[in-house]
């Protein structure tokens, strides 16, 4: 079966997000789970890993009023504490110097991340092996 026509078949699936994380803490990194590619399952990790990143200085910085580009690696952990904090896609984009799309797409992400990171517990840190 075709990716495209597993993925849509995925897409109305009820058990979508257990199946996702179930692939993932078991390491399948070969076909379509839980509506995800193994290279979207793989970014997903990555993502999740980067959100266990100390941005606590970063955001306090940003709270003060310091403009200025979090370390690219840092950049998902940065948008998703202050969403956290309750902080709208326009004003982290101009905190930031980023436009709102670009925001949202990583509000997106990081969303996706943590539900991930949450369903792994709080000792996840494994990285998928190199596609
Ligand atoms: S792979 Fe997972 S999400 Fe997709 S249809 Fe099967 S059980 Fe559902």
Redesign the pocket.
Known sequence: MAAHD?KS??RT?P??TP?LVVSIARGEWEG????HTPGERRALVRDAVALRHDVRATVQALEHGTRFPPRPGDFLAVVHELTILGWGSERIGHVLGLDPDTVVRARARAGAAAAVLAAMGPGYRSEPAAA
Not at 32 to 35: F, L, N, P, R, T
């Open positions: 597993a078949i995925c699936c058990a979508r199946c379509i789970w839980g509506g």
